[in-house]
């Protein structure tokens, strides 16, 4: 779901369940920061990755709660129409790290990540067993524990 098919997405999913199958969506979710939700799967295409350090491009602001919003907003859909499953994208991916002092290099903004990932030798580290939910990952329990 993005901003270019946002008012056909549900027409669509009752076309894949007319053929009397099961439907499944196999990942689903976006970034945390402003305007992820319009760019959708494409939301991590934030990143320049040529640069001496990646780094995030046109001075994003970072918003968790965009991203918990977004899923939250599928899973009502997927349950109204009553698809037979549906993935969230992802719990974790270690390439996207978090720096909290510089929003130009806070990877996590991009990320799909449902925790946030600090780098190796950070003191939170995920490598190390730190696991830290972000807002999504909390709306998420939420919505199953209801």
């Not at 899973?75 to 993935?87: R, V």
């Amino acid at each position: 779901l993005n901003s270019y098919n946002k008012s056909t997405y549900r027409k669509k999913l009752i076309e894949l369940k007319s053929f009397k199958k099961p439907v499944a969506i196999l990942e689903f979710g976006c970034g945390s920061y402003k305007g992820a939700e319009d760019k959708g799967g494409s939301s991590y295409d934030i990143i320049n990755w040529n640069a001496q350090r990646p780094e995030i491009t046109g001075g994003r602001i970072k918003d968790e709660n965009v991203q918990a919003a977004y899923i939250l907003d599928l899973l009502k859909i997927f349950l109204q129409e009553g698809l037979y499953a549906a993935f969230v994208h992802t719990f974790v991916e270690t390439h996207y790290p978090a720096d909290d002092d510089n929003p130009k290099y806070d990877l996590d903004m991009a990320s799909f990540n449902v925790i946030k990932v600090y780098p190796k030798g950070h003191e939170k580290a995920y490598i190390d067993g730190h696991i830290i939910p972000k807002k999504s990952f909390w709306a998420i329990a939420k919505f199953y524990g209801s």
